[in-house]
């Protein structure tokens, strides 16, 4: 393992499938392991923006391995009286084994990880989602047996941080993403291929094309944090790639639904479609807890 997970592309196939093992040893164990492969070991958590998911899974995570999570609000920090992202790096690295990291522009922890000594793992940033779609891909891998050569399509917001980390999944997992934006929110150019990609990420502006004959429909927030100001603008100019039932009748009839949540219900998806036998939407929240103790326990030394 490379030794911080920023943006997804840090991960090899083979350590993806490693992954996949681990977590899902770590969920059939959950109730009744005694390992602690993190004992005596702690674990920051530096969060900027709101989470209920992303917190409480890395936390419950951080415990159930042994380990002791301190969560840390980053107003509250000398940072924001002006410490530098470099100094509380390396000061932290003195009393942490590994942090974790919610914040708005990616170049932050991309200086942070830069000067700490230990593992930095995104817990998302404006650009990405890592964890969250490791996640994900793990879900589609329990319900169809396999990640390669599945096709999922993302509807929405296709320039936000969900997209651009899935498009990295995408290349190196080996499955089709269509990616169903238009053109203000197209997936970025640099990220719509990739060196010696597996798989293979395309652009439809159609919704209804895009998810023809789609294994997986996941969908986000049209408004993620840190856009406020856009709301009004963005609400109108998505409203054609709602996750509606007639959109969920046009792709594979045994389609499943992805949302990483929070979901805003009326907006990027109708309550039927989330509530409908093929959402899997909250098994895929639990997963999070699985996943995350599983790359952790591989990155912590
Ligand atoms: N999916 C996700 O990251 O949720 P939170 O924002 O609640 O952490
Ligand atoms: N794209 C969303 C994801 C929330 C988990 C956001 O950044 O707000």
Redesign the pocket.
């Known amino acids: 393992m490379q030794k911080d997970f920023l943006t997804f592309g840090e991960i090899s196939f083979d350590e993806i499938k490693e992954v996949f093992a681990l977590s899902e040893k770590l969920k059939k164990e959950r109730a009744f392991t005694k390992d602690k492969p993190l004992a005596g070991k702690s674990v920051g958590m530096i969060f900027s923006?709101?989470?209920?998911?992303?917190?409480?899974?890395f936390e419950v995570g951080i415990h159930e391995l042994g380990a002791y999570p301190v969560f840390m609000d980053q107003s509250k920090l000398q940072m924001g009286r002006g410490e530098t992202i470099a100094d509380t790096a390396r000061v932290m690295s003195r009393y942490l084994h590994a942090v974790v990291i919610?914040t708005y522009g990616h170049d932050e922890v991309v200086e942070f990880a830069k000067y700490a000594s230990m593992p930095v793992i995104n817990?998302?940033t404006d650009d990405y989602?890592p964890?969250?779609i490791l996640t994900d891909i793990f879900t589609v891998y329990e319900y169809s047996k396999r990640i390669e050569g599945i096709k999922m399509v993302f509807l929405g917001d296709g320039s936000s941080n969900m997209a651009n980390s899935l498009m990295l999944a995408a290349h190196i997992a080996g499955f089709e993403l269509v990616i169903a934006a238009p053109e203000k929110y197209r997936p970025r150019a640099d990220l719509m291929t990739m060196k010696n990609s597996c798989g293979k990420v395309v652009w439809e502006q159609d919704p209804k094309k895009a998810v023809e004959n789609a294994d997986y429909l996941y969908t986000d927030v049209w408004v993620s944090?840190g856009f406020e100001k856009e709301s009004a603008a963005r609400l109108a100019e998505l409203a054609s790639y709602q996750l509606d039932m007639k959109l969920l009748k046009a792709a594979k009839p045994d389609a499943r639904v992805l949302h990483?949540?929070?979901a805003h219900r009326g907006e990027e998806i109708t309550d039927d479609v989330i509530e409908s036998s093929q959402s899997i939407v909250f098994d895929q929240?639990e997963n999070?807890l699985h996943v995350q103790k599983a790359i952790m326990s591989m990155m912590i030394k």
């Open positions: 923006k709101s989470s209920t998911r992303t917190r409480l899974s919610r817990a998302l989602h964890c969250q944090m990483c949540l929070p929240a999070r």
